[in-house]
């Protein structure tokens, strides 16, 4: 393990006035995304869509890092130039999702264990060679009757401070993805309560598995309400909550915390970024790393379209120089006019 490359890396990811895009869904997930917009899912679509993502001019301006999927990792551009070269090329770090999903968790009902770490180390010394330089990995944490359970919590817990481990044993940096989901009429003290168990518990994990906070990016949720609350948090609710639990939670040492949108709509993620920037300076980074709140509007424009990929792309730069000036608070939602409507 390269701990400079580590500490290194882990600093450019959540550098100031850029995020990441997560653009890791797996071969589920982009039909899904795909089906929305009446595009079949073939390897071809899948990859010119890919490449309408990462070519976007001036993109880099504001994306420190990619997650791909392994698939995109090994594809190419049009022009045969691998995906991982041409991002490098860019300035932008290409990573590696490497988790293979959440699957039913053995005697608890409605709760997820995410599976992944047989031959997880093998795999990960050749996406190194791939030129990968980070990695994430996604547990997933229900809310709902008597949920989340603490046997769900330290499990993924567990699972997620093994996959960091070996990841900084490969010099790859871990984005460690602990999400409580949305799903469920909860109020926002009940997603404070869950994702600070949840997060204390991680972080307990780490620290038992001897991984280098210096050397890992959090990708956590925001606290929220949940999506059919009758009486949903507002903007400044959410920022304050959100805080007060990472405060909690989150040891000064760890660089930054990339936050994952979770079916929040686009301008929602980057208000809540915003929000939470503005009350600064704090111990860590506080980035993006988003999927769907980057992508949503920019594959609404593509539909699949060749002939729509430079407005597809005008799409994507706008959300993420919105973003980017969420970075530091300095976003407002006067910037929205400038975007063009879809
Ligand atoms: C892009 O979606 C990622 C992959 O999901 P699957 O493994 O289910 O296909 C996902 O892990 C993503 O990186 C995070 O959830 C953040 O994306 P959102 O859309 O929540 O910002």
């Not at 980070?134 to 699972?159: D, M, Q």
């Not at 518990?201 to 959090?218: A, H, N, P, T």
């Amino acid at each position: 393990m390269s701990t400079k490359e580590i500490e290194t890396n882990a600093i450019k990811m959540v550098a100031a006035g850029k995020g990441i895009l997560a653009a890791d869904e797996s071969d589920g997930t982009i039909k899904k995304r795909f089906d929305s917009i009446n595009v079949p899912s073939t390897e071809e679509n899948r990859r010119s869509y890919r490449e309408m993502l990462f070519t976007t001019k001036g993109v880099e301006d504001f994306i420190s890092g990619v997650i791909l999927f392994d698939e995109t990792l090994r594809q190419s551009a049009q022009d045969g130039t691998p995906f991982p070269t041409l991002l490098a090329g860019l300035g932008i770090l290409p990573g590696i999702k490497v988790d293979k999903g959440a699957k039913p968790l053995a005697g608890a009902p409605g709760e997820t264990v995410t599976e992944g770490l047989d031959g997880l180390r093998d795999r990960l010394k050749e996406y190194y060679g791939l030129g990968a330089r980070f990695t994430k990995w996604r547990g997933v944490i229900n809310i709902g009757e008597g949920l989340p359970t603490s046997y769900a919590i330290e499990a993924n817990a567990h699972a997620l401070a093994r996959f960091a481990a070996l990841s900084q044993e490969a010099s790859l940096v871990p984005i460690v993805e602990p999400e409580v989901l949305m799903d469920g009429g909860h109020s926002i003290e009940t997603c404070h309560e869950a994702s600070e168990a949840t997060f204390k518990c991680v972080f307990d994990e780490l620290s038992k598995q001897r991984v280098l906070l210096e050397g890992m990016i959090l990708k956590p949720n925001m606290v929220l309400s949940g999506k059919d609350c009758p009486s949903r948090a507002g903007v400044e609710e959410v920022a304050e909550q959100t805080l007060r639990c990472l405060r909690s939670a989150v040891p000064e040492g760890v660089p930054g915390i990339a936050f994952l949108s979770g079916g929040q709509t686009d301008e929602e993620a980057t208000a809540h970024l915003n929000a939470l920037n503005a009350t600064g300076p704090h111990p860590w980074e506080l980035s993006f790393s988003y999927g769907r709140a980057l992508q949503a509007p920019a594959l609404k424009a593509w539909v699949g379209e060749a002939s729509n990929v430079p407005l597809a792309q005008k799409v994507l730069y706008h959300r993420a120089k919105c973003n980017g000036s969420a970075r530091s608070g300095s976003y407002s939602t006067a910037m929205e006019k400038e975007g063009v409507a879809v």
